[in-house]
């Protein structure tokens, strides 16, 4: 039998730390050349120099560099925590009402909804996220409390919270927002008041966290399901693959398929300009620099991880 030639990936003898010390360095000259999310009005007072990455393994370490403690607007990174909490306890049937598929449109685009009759491509485009918002919202007795409260404790803590001046922000802004879930309703996938739907909504992409915070609470996609901060099983092997798969194929926008080509991982971000992502079996990496690229990624945070997972030399692929 001809020998196979392997190539070995050190983990255990990796250097994190100077690995992240060399992204920002790299990285700088790309922070004030995206443009800060605007159509959100509180966030486009958000400073295009910030700059953080975290890394969280499997192993316990954390590492930071750059502003790791300040918060920043997690906004549609918070759809995955959402679409954790629904798929936990309602299982396949949450797919009666969501499609598995990426949009190729923007993340809060009208047409695709109209044509395919009120089924949101997926849930984290905004269509898709509302209708799991409106589930969460005939699940939970005290929505905004319970749903922080999973968010606290997939990453370990207990004080991660709510901006309410960027909340009040998009309800004031949200007209495109307004109009997709007054059209989900049209269609019968919205069982709760459209108001009640908004405001959950609003709150919950008005989440704010830190990079170190971010890569903790997302370290359970890498840990088959089980929140490796106290043990609990979030979701079966089985529903983490495809969370995963969801992330890979629909997570940043309608650029996921340049993210899967430049980065290799499965990953969500937000127009806050977050970014955080997993290796399966290995850790969670996360990014924020506010400075968006066209598709609506972070700039610098999409080269950042790029950078990561081409010195580190892994990928899901
Ligand atoms: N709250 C934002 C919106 O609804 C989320 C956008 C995002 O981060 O993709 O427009």
Same mark, same amino acid.
């Given at each position: 039998?001809?020998?196979?030639?392997?190539?070995?990936?050190?983990?255990?003898?990796?250097?994190?730390?100077?690995?992240?010390?060399?992204?920002?360095?790299?990285?700088?000259?790309?922070?004030?050349?995206?443009?800060?999310?605007?159509?959100?009005?509180?966030?486009?007072?958000?400073?295009?120099?910030?700059?953080?990455?975290?890394?969280?393994?499997?192993?316990?370490?954390?590492?930071?560099?750059?502003?790791?403690?300040?918060?920043?607007?997690?906004?549609?990174?918070?759809?995955?925590?959402?679409?954790?909490?629904?798929?936990?306890?309602?299982?396949?049937?949450?797919?009666?009402?969501?499609?598995?598929?990426?949009?190729?449109?923007?993340?809060?685009?009208?047409?695709?909804?109209?044509?395919?009759?009120?089924?949101?491509?997926?849930?984290?485009?905004?269509?898709?996220?509302?209708?799991?918002?409106?589930?969460?919202?005939?699940?939970?007795?005290?929505?905004?409390?319970?749903?922080?409260?999973?968010?606290?404790?997939?990453?370990?803590?207990?004080?991660?919270?709510?901006?309410?001046?960027?909340?009040?922000?998009?309800?004031?802004?949200?007209?495109?927002?307004?109009?997709?879930?007054?059209?989900?309703?049209?269609?019968?996938?919205?069982?709760?008041?459209?108001?009640?739907?908004?405001?959950?909504?609003?709150?919950?992409?008005?989440? %704010?966290?830190? #990079?170190?915070?971010? @890569?903790?609470? /997302?370290? =359970?996609?890498?840990?088959?399901?089980?929140?490796?901060?106290? !043990?609990?099983?979030?979701?079966?092997?089985?529903?983490?693959?495809?969370?995963?798969?969801?992330?890979? %194929?629909?997570? #940043?926008?309608?650029? @996921?398929?340049? /993210?899967? =080509?430049?980065?290799?991982?499965?990953?969500?971000?937000?127009? !806050?300009?977050?970014?955080?992502?997993?290796?399966?079996?290995?850790?969670?990496?996360?990014?924020?620099?506010?400075?968006?690229?066209?598709?609506?990624?972070?700039?610098?945070?999409?080269?950042?991880?790029?950078?990561?997972?081409?010195?580190?030399?892994?990928?899901?692929?």
């Amino acid at each position: 039998m001809p020998k196979i030639h392997t190539r070995s990936i050190e983990n255990n003898s990796m250097n994190y730390q100077q690995i992240l010390e060399e992204i920002a360095v790299e990285v700088n000259p790309l922070l004030n050349k995206g443009k800060v999310a605007d159509y959100i009005p509180a966030l486009a007072e958000v400073d295009p120099n910030n700059f953080a990455m975290s890394i969280a393994t499997l192993d316990g370490q954390l590492y930071n560099v750059g502003r790791s403690n300040t918060k920043f607007s997690i906004q549609s990174i918070s759809k995955v925590y959402s679409l954790v909490a629904a798929f936990s306890a309602l299982g396949t049937e949450i797919w009666n009402r969501i499609g598995k598929e990426p949009s190729g449109t923007p993340f809060n685009s009208l047409i695709q909804l109209e044509q395919e009759c009120g089924i949101p491509r997926n849930p984290f485009i905004n269509a898709g996220a509302m209708v799991i918002t409106d589930m969460l919202l005939s699940i939970y007795d005290h929505p905004k409390n319970d749903l922080l409260d999973f968010v606290n404790a997939l990453a370990g803590q207990n004080d991660i919270g709510i901006d309410k001046t960027v909340a009040q922000s998009e309800k004031k802004y949200g007209f495109k927002n307004a109009a997709l879930v007054n059209f989900l309703k049209s269609h019968d996938n919205i069982d709760n008041e459209i108001e009640e739907v908004l405001d959950l909504y609003f709150c919950h992409c008005a989440i %704010t966290m830190n #990079t170190e915070e971010l @890569a903790k609470s /997302f370290l =359970f996609l890498a840990n088959g399901g089980v929140n490796p901060h106290n !043990g609990q099983v979030i979701l079966n092997h089985s529903q983490t693959k495809r969370l995963n798969a969801l992330m890979l %194929t629909c997570g #940043t926008y309608d650029e @996921a398929g340049e /993210f899967a =080509f430049r980065v290799g991982m499965p990953g969500k971000s937000g127009v !806050g300009g977050g970014i955080v992502a997993v290796i399966p079996g290995t850790l969670a990496a996360s990014v924020w620099s506010p400075g968006l690229n066209q598709k609506g990624n972070s700039l610098a945070g999409v080269q950042a991880l790029e950078l990561f997972t081409t010195k580190t030399k892994m990928s899901v692929f």
